[in-house]
Protein backbone atom coordinates (compact mmCIF):
# COMPACT_ATOMS: atom_id res chain seq x y z
CA UNK A 1 0.00 0.00 0.00
CA UNK A 2 1.30 3.55 -1.09
CA UNK A 3 2.15 5.42 2.08
CA UNK A 4 2.31 8.61 -0.53
CA UNK A 5 5.32 10.19 1.34
CA UNK A 6 6.69 10.71 -2.07
CA UNK A 7 4.39 11.34 -5.07
CA UNK A 8 5.92 13.20 -7.99
CA UNK A 9 5.11 16.64 -9.09
CA UNK A 10 4.09 17.23 -5.20
CA UNK A 11 4.87 18.16 -1.44
CA UNK A 12 7.21 15.47 0.00
CA UNK A 13 7.16 14.20 3.43
CA UNK A 14 9.52 12.18 3.62
CA UNK A 15 11.45 14.11 6.07
CA UNK A 16 10.39 14.56 8.77
CA UNK A 17 13.18 16.56 10.35
CA UNK A 18 12.27 19.02 7.58
CA UNK A 19 9.25 19.22 7.88
CA UNK A 20 9.87 20.55 11.80
CA UNK A 21 12.29 22.85 10.55
CA UNK A 22 9.35 24.33 8.49
CA UNK A 23 7.02 24.50 10.79
CA UNK A 24 9.95 26.17 13.55
CA UNK A 25 10.30 28.90 10.48
CA UNK A 26 6.71 29.50 10.10
CA UNK A 27 5.85 30.05 13.49
CA UNK A 28 8.77 31.66 14.06
CA UNK A 29 8.06 34.27 11.48
CA UNK A 30 4.36 34.72 12.71
CA UNK A 31 3.02 33.14 9.54
CA UNK A 32 -0.43 32.96 11.13
CA UNK A 33 -3.83 34.24 10.12
CA UNK A 34 -3.43 37.05 12.55
CA UNK A 35 -0.21 37.66 11.59
CA UNK A 36 -0.77 38.37 7.80
CA UNK A 37 -3.90 40.56 8.41
CA UNK A 38 -1.67 42.64 10.69
CA UNK A 39 0.90 42.69 8.02
CA UNK A 40 -0.60 43.73 5.53
CA UNK A 41 -3.59 45.50 6.60
CA UNK A 42 -7.54 44.26 7.14
CA UNK A 43 -8.56 46.05 3.57
CA UNK A 44 -5.64 44.27 1.57
CA UNK A 45 -6.46 40.81 3.54
CA UNK A 46 -10.28 41.17 2.38
CA UNK A 47 -9.24 41.51 -1.01
CA UNK A 48 -6.94 38.79 -0.82
CA UNK A 49 -10.17 37.05 0.11
CA UNK A 50 -11.51 37.94 -2.83
CA UNK A 51 -9.14 36.51 -4.71
CA UNK A 52 -7.32 40.42 -5.64
CA UNK A 53 -3.59 40.19 -4.31
CA UNK A 54 -2.45 43.56 -6.03
CA UNK A 55 -3.02 45.92 -2.17
CA UNK A 56 -1.41 42.55 -0.28
CA UNK A 57 1.47 42.49 -3.32
CA UNK A 58 1.93 46.55 -2.27
CA UNK A 59 1.48 46.00 1.08
CA UNK A 60 4.00 43.09 1.80
CA UNK A 61 6.32 44.65 -0.67
CA UNK A 62 6.06 47.82 1.85
CA UNK A 63 6.56 45.90 4.34
CA UNK A 64 9.23 44.46 3.58
CA UNK A 65 11.21 47.76 3.33
CA UNK A 66 10.19 49.05 5.85
CA UNK A 67 11.73 46.53 7.82
CA UNK A 68 14.74 45.99 6.01
CA UNK A 69 16.93 47.30 8.72
CA UNK A 70 14.65 47.46 11.67
CA UNK A 71 12.51 45.05 12.20
CA UNK A 72 13.69 41.30 10.91
CA UNK A 73 10.85 39.71 12.53
CA UNK A 74 8.33 41.75 9.96
CA UNK A 75 10.69 41.53 7.53
CA UNK A 76 10.93 37.54 7.40
CA UNK A 77 7.43 37.55 7.87
CA UNK A 78 6.76 39.70 4.33
CA UNK A 79 9.31 37.42 2.76
CA UNK A 80 6.99 34.51 3.39
CA UNK A 81 3.81 35.96 2.18
CA UNK A 82 5.19 37.42 -0.87
CA UNK A 83 6.49 33.59 -1.53
CA UNK A 84 3.30 31.57 -0.44
CA UNK A 85 0.49 34.20 -1.07
CA UNK A 86 1.76 36.32 -3.45
CA UNK A 87 4.00 34.70 -6.10
CA UNK A 88 6.77 36.95 -5.67
CA UNK A 89 9.86 35.45 -7.43
CA UNK A 90 12.92 35.84 -4.89
CA UNK A 91 16.71 34.74 -4.80
CA UNK A 92 17.30 32.51 -2.74
CA UNK A 93 19.60 33.68 -0.46
CA UNK A 94 16.80 35.71 0.42
CA UNK A 95 14.51 32.21 1.12
CA UNK A 96 17.92 30.79 3.25
CA UNK A 97 17.18 34.30 5.56
CA UNK A 98 13.63 34.19 6.05
CA UNK A 99 13.46 29.99 6.61
CA UNK A 100 16.61 29.91 8.88
CA UNK A 101 15.87 26.51 9.67
CA UNK A 102 14.84 24.73 6.20
CA UNK A 103 16.50 26.83 4.12
CA UNK A 104 16.25 28.31 0.28
CA UNK A 105 17.60 23.89 -0.43
CA UNK A 106 15.06 22.62 2.15
CA UNK A 107 11.85 24.69 0.48
CA UNK A 108 13.27 22.72 -2.70
CA UNK A 109 13.53 19.39 -1.37
CA UNK A 110 10.17 19.45 0.26
CA UNK A 111 8.90 20.80 -3.84
CA UNK A 112 7.33 23.97 -2.15
CA UNK A 113 9.72 25.83 -4.73
CA UNK A 114 10.84 26.11 -8.14
CA UNK A 115 13.42 28.06 -10.41
CA UNK A 116 12.09 31.16 -11.91
CA UNK A 117 12.88 31.46 -15.80
CA UNK A 118 15.79 33.49 -15.06
CA UNK A 119 18.36 30.96 -14.58
CA UNK A 120 17.79 29.39 -11.40
CA UNK A 121 18.98 32.64 -9.16
CA UNK A 122 15.85 33.31 -8.37
CA UNK A 123 13.13 31.03 -6.87
CA UNK A 124 9.25 30.82 -6.82
CA UNK A 125 6.76 28.78 -5.07
CA UNK A 126 5.59 25.65 -6.20
CA UNK A 127 2.77 25.13 -4.25
CA UNK A 128 0.03 27.28 -2.52
CA UNK A 129 1.31 27.67 1.44
CA UNK A 130 -1.47 29.47 3.46
CA UNK A 131 -1.89 29.61 7.08
CA UNK A 132 -5.61 28.40 8.85
CA UNK A 133 -6.96 28.86 12.20
CA UNK A 134 -9.90 26.13 13.15
CA UNK A 135 -11.07 24.84 15.75
CA UNK A 136 -8.85 21.81 15.69
CA UNK A 137 -5.76 22.89 17.11
CA UNK A 138 -5.28 26.79 16.39
CA UNK A 139 -2.69 27.70 14.01
CA UNK A 140 -2.31 25.69 11.10
CA UNK A 141 -0.41 25.55 7.53
CA UNK A 142 -2.39 24.61 4.37
CA UNK A 143 -0.70 23.33 1.37
CA UNK A 144 -2.54 22.82 -2.11
CA UNK A 145 -1.75 23.23 -5.88
CA UNK A 146 -1.06 27.31 -7.22
CA UNK A 147 -4.73 28.74 -8.30
CA UNK A 148 -5.06 30.39 -11.51
CA UNK A 149 -4.70 33.68 -9.83
CA UNK A 150 -0.38 32.40 -9.56
CA UNK A 151 -0.50 29.61 -12.71
CA UNK A 152 -1.36 30.45 -16.04
CA UNK A 153 -2.89 28.23 -18.62
CA UNK A 154 -5.70 25.95 -17.89
CA UNK A 155 -5.51 24.19 -14.57
CA UNK A 156 -3.64 20.80 -14.29
CA UNK A 157 -6.29 17.48 -14.29
CA UNK A 158 -5.20 16.18 -10.98
CA UNK A 159 -5.12 19.68 -9.74
CA UNK A 160 -5.41 19.98 -5.61
CA UNK A 161 -7.86 22.52 -4.24
CA UNK A 162 -6.89 24.62 -1.36
CA UNK A 163 -9.37 26.28 1.37
CA UNK A 164 -12.40 27.48 -1.08
CA UNK A 165 -15.87 28.36 0.51
CA UNK A 166 -17.22 24.63 -0.36
CA UNK A 167 -14.60 23.07 2.42
CA UNK A 168 -15.53 25.92 4.70
CA UNK A 169 -19.22 25.83 4.16
CA UNK A 170 -18.64 21.63 5.25
CA UNK A 171 -16.68 22.02 7.96
CA UNK A 172 -19.43 24.42 9.73
CA UNK A 173 -22.03 21.94 8.84
CA UNK A 174 -20.21 19.09 9.89
CA UNK A 175 -21.15 17.25 13.42
CA UNK A 176 -18.47 17.38 15.72
CA UNK A 177 -19.52 14.82 18.68
CA UNK A 178 -16.52 12.61 19.49
CA UNK A 179 -16.58 9.60 17.67
CA UNK A 180 -14.11 6.67 17.33
CA UNK A 181 -13.55 5.87 13.35
CA UNK A 182 -14.51 8.57 10.98
CA UNK A 183 -14.19 8.66 6.99
CA UNK A 184 -13.40 11.92 5.07
CA UNK A 185 -14.50 10.89 1.67
CA UNK A 186 -12.93 13.05 -1.20
CA UNK A 187 -9.72 14.60 1.23
CA UNK A 188 -8.26 16.72 -1.30
CA UNK A 189 -6.02 18.36 0.93
CA UNK A 190 -7.03 17.26 3.93
CA UNK A 191 -8.96 20.28 5.58
CA UNK A 192 -11.92 18.03 6.74
CA UNK A 193 -9.47 15.47 8.08
CA UNK A 194 -8.16 18.40 10.24
CA UNK A 195 -11.51 19.29 11.83
CA UNK A 196 -12.30 15.22 12.41
CA UNK A 197 -9.23 14.62 14.16
CA UNK A 198 -10.44 17.29 16.79
CA UNK A 199 -12.76 14.71 17.38
CA UNK A 200 -12.12 11.33 16.26
CA UNK A 201 -9.69 8.77 17.73
CA UNK A 202 -9.15 7.72 14.06
CA UNK A 203 -9.58 9.02 10.45
CA UNK A 204 -9.44 7.58 7.21
CA UNK A 205 -9.30 9.89 4.22
CA UNK A 206 -9.91 8.69 1.01
CA UNK A 207 -8.98 10.07 -2.70
CA UNK A 208 -9.27 9.07 -6.17
CA UNK A 209 -5.71 11.20 -6.72
CA UNK A 210 -2.56 10.23 -5.62
CA UNK A 211 -1.10 13.56 -5.48
CA UNK A 212 -3.87 15.05 -3.07
CA UNK A 213 -3.21 12.34 -0.63
CA UNK A 214 0.31 12.97 -1.11
CA UNK A 215 -0.91 17.00 -0.15
CA UNK A 216 -3.05 15.68 2.66
CA UNK A 217 -0.12 13.77 4.10
CA UNK A 218 2.19 16.68 3.53
CA UNK A 219 -0.43 18.83 5.91
CA UNK A 220 -0.98 16.14 8.67
CA UNK A 221 2.63 15.77 9.20
CA UNK A 222 3.96 19.61 8.99
CA UNK A 223 0.88 20.43 11.61
CA UNK A 224 1.78 16.60 13.16
CA UNK A 225 2.35 18.61 16.90
CA UNK A 226 -1.02 20.80 16.80
CA UNK A 227 -2.90 17.69 15.53
CA UNK A 228 -1.86 15.52 17.97
CA UNK A 229 0.22 13.38 15.51
CA UNK A 230 2.82 11.26 16.18
CA UNK A 231 5.00 11.27 13.13
CA UNK A 232 6.75 8.26 13.39
CA UNK A 233 3.01 6.29 13.67
CA UNK A 234 0.98 8.15 11.42
CA UNK A 235 -1.79 5.11 10.93
CA UNK A 236 -2.44 5.30 14.51
CA UNK A 237 -4.32 8.47 14.22
CA UNK A 238 -4.99 8.36 10.18
CA UNK A 239 -5.55 5.80 7.27
CA UNK A 240 -4.42 7.43 3.93
CA UNK A 241 -6.24 5.17 0.73
CA UNK A 242 -6.43 5.45 -2.74
CA UNK A 243 -10.05 5.07 -4.93
CA UNK A 244 -13.33 5.77 -5.73
CA UNK A 245 -15.89 6.44 -3.84
CA UNK A 246 -17.04 3.67 -1.35
CA UNK A 247 -14.25 1.09 -2.62
CA UNK A 248 -11.48 1.83 -0.14
CA UNK A 249 -13.40 0.94 2.63
CA UNK A 250 -15.50 -1.68 1.51
CA UNK A 251 -16.78 -3.83 4.76
CA UNK A 252 -15.87 -1.09 7.06
CA UNK A 253 -18.46 0.93 9.10
CA UNK A 254 -17.63 4.65 10.48
CA UNK A 255 -19.16 6.75 13.06
CA UNK A 256 -19.29 9.78 10.88
CA UNK A 257 -18.50 10.60 6.68
CA UNK A 258 -17.78 14.15 6.13
CA UNK A 259 -17.43 14.60 2.10
CA UNK A 260 -16.86 17.20 -0.35
CA UNK A 261 -17.05 15.38 -2.82
CA UNK A 262 -16.50 16.09 -6.88
CA UNK A 263 -20.04 17.28 -7.17
CA UNK A 264 -19.72 19.21 -10.35
CA UNK A 265 -22.14 18.34 -12.83
CA UNK A 266 -19.51 17.96 -15.78
CA UNK A 267 -20.49 17.16 -19.31
CA UNK A 268 -18.86 13.66 -20.38
CA UNK A 269 -16.92 13.48 -23.40
CA UNK A 270 -16.96 10.35 -25.98
CA UNK A 271 -13.39 8.47 -25.23
CA UNK A 272 -12.43 11.05 -22.25
CA UNK A 273 -9.87 9.33 -19.55
CA UNK A 274 -10.05 9.62 -16.13
CA UNK A 275 -6.80 11.93 -16.63
CA UNK A 276 -8.44 14.01 -18.54
CA UNK A 277 -11.11 14.86 -15.99
CA UNK A 278 -10.32 17.90 -12.72
CA UNK A 279 -10.53 14.80 -10.29
CA UNK A 280 -10.99 18.26 -7.66
CA UNK A 281 -14.48 18.51 -9.05
CA UNK A 282 -15.65 15.92 -11.70
CA UNK A 283 -16.64 12.78 -10.31
CA UNK A 284 -16.13 11.56 -13.93
CA UNK A 285 -20.46 10.00 -13.78
CA UNK A 286 -22.69 11.50 -15.78
CA UNK A 287 -25.15 14.17 -14.34
CA UNK A 288 -25.63 14.56 -10.54
CA UNK A 289 -24.69 10.76 -10.36
CA UNK A 290 -22.21 10.70 -8.04
CA UNK A 291 -24.11 12.69 -5.25
CA UNK A 292 -27.49 10.99 -6.00
CA UNK A 293 -24.98 7.62 -5.60
CA UNK A 294 -23.37 8.58 -2.41
CA UNK A 295 -26.68 9.55 -0.99
CA UNK A 296 -28.15 6.07 -1.52
CA UNK A 297 -24.91 4.38 -1.03
CA UNK A 298 -23.59 6.75 2.50
CA UNK A 299 -25.59 4.87 5.20
CA UNK A 300 -24.30 1.32 4.19
CA UNK A 301 -20.60 2.57 5.66
CA UNK A 302 -22.59 3.95 8.52
CA UNK A 303 -22.92 2.13 11.92
CA UNK A 304 -26.20 2.60 13.48
CA UNK A 305 -27.17 5.98 14.69
CA UNK A 306 -24.08 7.18 12.71
CA UNK A 307 -24.45 10.34 10.84
CA UNK A 308 -22.62 11.43 7.40
CA UNK A 309 -22.80 15.51 6.09
CA UNK A 310 -21.57 16.26 2.52
CA UNK A 311 -22.06 18.95 -0.20
CA UNK A 312 -23.54 18.37 -3.65
CA UNK A 313 -24.98 20.16 -6.83
CA UNK A 314 -28.56 18.24 -8.34
CA UNK A 315 -30.18 19.02 -11.22
CA UNK A 316 -33.78 20.25 -11.11
CA UNK A 317 -36.03 19.40 -14.13
CA UNK A 318 -37.95 22.09 -15.84
CA UNK A 319 -40.94 22.69 -13.62
CA UNK A 320 -40.55 20.68 -11.13
CA UNK A 321 -39.98 20.98 -7.36
CA UNK A 322 -36.60 21.04 -6.22
CA UNK A 323 -36.58 18.22 -3.89
CA UNK A 324 -38.49 15.82 -5.94
CA UNK A 325 -35.36 13.73 -6.99
CA UNK A 326 -33.63 13.37 -3.95
CA UNK A 327 -36.32 12.34 -2.04
CA UNK A 328 -36.21 9.55 -4.17
CA UNK A 329 -32.24 8.78 -3.65
CA UNK A 330 -33.08 8.52 -0.03
CA UNK A 331 -32.86 5.22 1.55
CA UNK A 332 -35.76 3.23 3.94
CA UNK A 333 -34.16 3.29 6.88
CA UNK A 334 -32.40 6.97 6.48
CA UNK A 335 -33.16 9.84 8.63
CA UNK A 336 -32.49 13.18 6.28
CA UNK A 337 -31.81 16.80 6.21
CA UNK A 338 -31.34 18.54 2.65
CA UNK A 339 -30.78 22.16 2.54
CA UNK A 340 -30.43 24.17 -0.58
CA UNK A 341 -28.64 27.11 -0.33
CA UNK A 342 -29.22 28.52 -4.13
CA UNK A 343 -30.05 27.48 -7.60
CA UNK A 344 -28.27 28.29 -11.01
CA UNK A 345 -29.57 28.43 -14.40
CA UNK A 346 -27.16 26.18 -16.88
CA UNK A 347 -25.68 28.93 -18.25
CA UNK A 348 -25.06 30.30 -15.06
CA UNK A 349 -23.83 27.34 -13.73
CA UNK A 350 -21.52 26.61 -17.14
CA UNK A 351 -19.42 29.89 -16.70
CA UNK A 352 -18.95 29.40 -12.82
CA UNK A 353 -17.21 25.98 -13.01
CA UNK A 354 -15.40 26.89 -16.83
CA UNK A 355 -14.07 29.76 -14.75
CA UNK A 356 -12.78 27.89 -12.05
CA UNK A 357 -10.86 25.64 -13.91
CA UNK A 358 -9.69 28.98 -15.74
CA UNK A 359 -10.94 27.34 -18.98
CA UNK A 360 -11.73 30.61 -19.82
CA UNK A 361 -8.65 31.36 -21.06
CA UNK A 362 -8.84 29.64 -24.05
CA UNK A 363 -11.18 30.72 -26.25
CA UNK A 364 -11.53 28.14 -28.52
CA UNK A 365 -12.10 25.79 -25.72
CA UNK A 366 -13.97 27.85 -23.44
CA UNK A 367 -16.72 27.89 -26.48
CA UNK A 368 -16.55 24.14 -27.34
CA UNK A 369 -16.76 23.66 -23.13
CA UNK A 370 -19.84 26.11 -22.50
CA UNK A 371 -21.74 24.63 -25.73
CA UNK A 372 -20.97 21.01 -24.50
CA UNK A 373 -22.49 22.40 -20.48
CA UNK A 374 -26.03 23.55 -22.62
CA UNK A 375 -26.64 20.51 -24.27
CA UNK A 376 -25.54 18.24 -21.45
CA UNK A 377 -28.17 20.21 -19.51
CA UNK A 378 -30.85 20.40 -22.09
CA UNK A 379 -30.71 16.58 -22.78
CA UNK A 380 -32.14 15.85 -19.33
CA UNK A 381 -34.44 18.81 -19.13
CA UNK A 382 -32.63 20.06 -16.54
CA UNK A 383 -34.26 24.04 -15.91
CA UNK A 384 -31.77 24.52 -13.28
CA UNK A 385 -28.83 23.14 -10.85
CA UNK A 386 -29.54 23.39 -6.75
CA UNK A 387 -26.63 23.76 -4.33
CA UNK A 388 -26.65 22.38 -0.84
CA UNK A 389 -25.51 20.47 2.65
CA UNK A 390 -26.81 17.20 3.10
CA UNK A 391 -27.54 15.51 6.35
CA UNK A 392 -28.04 11.69 6.53
CA UNK A 393 -27.99 8.98 9.49
CA UNK A 394 -28.12 5.07 9.50
CA UNK A 395 -31.67 5.15 11.09
CA UNK A 396 -31.69 1.41 11.84
CA UNK A 397 -35.83 1.46 11.25
CA UNK A 398 -37.82 3.27 8.75
CA UNK A 399 -36.73 7.12 8.90
CA UNK A 400 -38.42 8.84 11.46
CA UNK A 401 -36.99 12.58 10.11
CA UNK A 402 -37.17 13.46 6.47
CA UNK A 403 -36.85 17.39 6.38
CA UNK A 404 -35.99 19.15 2.80
CA UNK A 405 -36.02 22.78 2.91
CA UNK A 406 -34.16 25.35 0.73
CA UNK A 407 -32.89 28.49 3.22
CA UNK A 408 -31.16 31.07 1.06
CA UNK A 409 -30.52 33.52 3.20
CA UNK A 410 -27.24 33.84 5.40
CA UNK A 411 -26.80 31.25 8.92
CA UNK A 412 -25.49 31.51 11.71
CA UNK A 413 -22.33 29.82 11.89
CA UNK A 414 -20.98 27.14 12.11
CA UNK A 415 -24.15 25.46 11.35
CA UNK A 416 -23.16 22.01 12.81
CA UNK A 417 -23.85 22.42 16.40
CA UNK A 418 -27.42 23.95 15.20
CA UNK A 419 -28.36 20.94 13.27
CA UNK A 420 -27.00 18.65 15.96
CA UNK A 421 -29.33 20.52 18.38
CA UNK A 422 -32.36 20.30 16.21
CA UNK A 423 -32.29 17.01 15.78
CA UNK A 424 -32.00 16.22 19.68
CA UNK A 425 -34.84 17.93 19.60
CA UNK A 426 -36.60 15.99 16.73
CA UNK A 427 -35.36 12.98 18.69
CA UNK A 428 -36.54 13.99 22.36
CA UNK A 429 -40.20 14.41 20.70
CA UNK A 430 -40.08 10.97 19.09
CA UNK A 431 -39.34 9.42 22.49
CA UNK A 432 -41.58 11.38 24.89
CA UNK A 433 -44.78 10.03 25.97
CA UNK A 434 -46.86 13.59 25.87
CA UNK A 435 -45.57 17.04 24.97
CA UNK A 436 -48.93 18.20 26.92
CA UNK A 437 -46.76 16.34 29.50
CA UNK A 438 -43.57 18.46 29.46
CA UNK A 439 -42.30 22.08 30.75
CA UNK A 440 -40.85 23.99 28.36
CA UNK A 441 -38.38 27.06 27.94
CA UNK A 442 -38.14 30.24 25.08
CA UNK A 443 -34.64 29.41 23.43
CA UNK A 444 -32.35 32.39 24.94
CA UNK A 445 -32.01 33.76 20.99
CA UNK A 446 -35.69 34.09 20.39
CA UNK A 447 -37.50 37.51 20.28
CA UNK A 448 -41.13 38.65 19.58
CA UNK A 449 -42.00 41.19 17.32
CA UNK A 450 -45.55 43.01 17.06
CA UNK A 451 -47.08 45.08 14.67
CA UNK A 452 -50.07 46.80 14.19
CA UNK A 453 -51.17 49.87 12.63
CA UNK A 454 -52.04 53.04 14.41
CA UNK A 455 -54.59 52.99 16.76
CA UNK A 456 -55.47 49.44 16.58
CA UNK A 457 -56.22 48.05 19.43
CA UNK A 458 -54.33 45.03 19.08
CA UNK A 459 -51.32 43.83 16.89
CA UNK A 460 -52.31 42.59 13.24
CA UNK A 461 -48.53 40.55 13.04
CA UNK A 462 -46.78 38.74 15.82
CA UNK A 463 -43.69 37.17 14.79
CA UNK A 464 -41.07 35.52 16.46
CA UNK A 465 -37.66 35.45 15.38
CA UNK A 466 -34.37 33.84 16.22
CA UNK A 467 -30.86 35.29 16.43
CA UNK A 468 -28.73 32.15 15.73
CA UNK A 469 -28.94 29.30 14.18
CA UNK A 470 -31.38 28.42 11.06
CA UNK A 471 -32.22 32.77 12.33
CA UNK A 472 -35.98 31.31 11.40
CA UNK A 473 -39.02 33.54 11.66
CA UNK A 474 -42.78 32.11 12.62
CA UNK A 475 -45.97 34.11 11.91
CA UNK A 476 -48.03 33.50 15.03
CA UNK A 477 -51.79 33.35 16.28
CA UNK A 478 -52.55 35.40 19.05
CA UNK A 479 -53.55 31.90 21.09
CA UNK A 480 -49.76 30.98 20.04
CA UNK A 481 -47.95 34.26 21.07
CA UNK A 482 -50.24 33.41 24.24
CA UNK A 483 -48.34 30.02 24.95
CA UNK A 484 -44.85 31.09 23.83
CA UNK A 485 -45.02 34.33 26.70
CA UNK A 486 -45.98 32.00 29.46
CA UNK A 487 -43.12 29.10 28.60
CA UNK A 488 -40.96 30.01 31.92
CA UNK A 489 -40.34 26.42 33.02
CA UNK A 490 -42.93 26.58 35.55
CA UNK A 491 -46.38 24.89 33.83
CA UNK A 492 -46.93 22.07 31.61
CA UNK A 493 -47.62 22.33 28.28
CA UNK A 494 -51.10 21.19 28.78
CA UNK A 495 -51.80 23.41 31.79
CA UNK A 496 -50.82 26.63 29.31
CA UNK A 497 -53.28 25.10 26.54
CA UNK A 498 -56.10 24.40 29.28
CA UNK A 499 -55.03 28.16 30.71
CA UNK A 500 -55.71 29.47 27.50
CA UNK A 501 -58.78 27.48 26.30
CA UNK A 502 -60.61 28.69 29.46
CA UNK A 503 -59.62 32.71 29.00
CA UNK A 504 -60.40 32.22 25.18
CA UNK A 505 -63.90 30.21 25.63
CA UNK A 506 -62.19 27.33 23.52
CA UNK A 507 -62.83 24.37 25.57
CA UNK A 508 -62.95 21.95 22.51
CA UNK A 509 -60.62 19.30 21.67
CA UNK A 510 -59.82 20.72 18.34
CA UNK A 511 -58.45 23.55 19.73
CA UNK A 512 -56.26 21.82 21.93
CA UNK A 513 -54.98 19.53 19.36
CA UNK A 514 -54.11 22.23 17.08
CA UNK A 515 -52.68 24.38 19.41
CA UNK A 516 -50.39 21.70 20.55
CA UNK A 517 -49.42 20.99 17.21
CA UNK A 518 -48.12 24.50 16.93
CA UNK A 519 -46.51 23.94 20.26
CA UNK A 520 -44.57 20.92 18.57
CA UNK A 521 -43.63 22.74 14.83
CA UNK A 522 -41.86 25.64 17.63
CA UNK A 523 -39.94 22.92 19.59
CA UNK A 524 -38.63 21.38 16.01
CA UNK A 525 -37.61 24.49 15.03
CA UNK A 526 -35.60 25.70 18.37
CA UNK A 527 -38.43 28.28 19.03
CA UNK A 528 -39.15 26.85 22.44
CA UNK A 529 -36.84 24.12 24.33
CA UNK A 530 -37.83 21.29 26.23
CA UNK A 531 -36.91 22.70 29.94
CA UNK A 532 -34.43 19.58 31.09
CA UNK A 533 -32.29 20.75 27.42
CA UNK A 534 -31.91 24.03 28.80
Not at 10 to 24: G, V
Not at 264 to 279: K, L, Y
Amino acid sequence: MMNFASVPDAPQSTDQDMLNRLAADLRAASYTVDGVATLIGPDAYAALDRDQAVPALLAARAAREDAAEEDEATGQLAVVVLLFLLGEALPGQTLDTAFPGTGAAGLRALGLVEEHDDGGTHLRAAVDLRPYSSDTGGDLWVASDLGSRLRPGVLRADHVLGIGQASLTLARFAARTPVERALDLGTGCGIQTYHLLAHSDHVTATDLSARALAVTRFNLLLNAKALDIDPANLEERVSLRQGSLLEPVAGETFDQVVSNPPFVITPRIPGEAVEDQFTYRDGGLPGDDIVSTLIRTLPSVLVPGGTAQLLGNWEIPDGAAWHARIAGWLPEHTDAWVVQREQLTPTHYAETWLRDAAENRDPARFADRFGAYLSDFESRNAGSIGFGMVWLRNAGSPAALRRLEEITYELDQPIGPHVGAAVARHDWLGQIGNLADEHLLVAEDVTEERHQRPGAEHPGVILLRQGAGFRRTNLLTTELAGFVSACDGDLTAGQIIGALAALLERNDDGFRADLLGDVRNLVEEGFLVPALMS
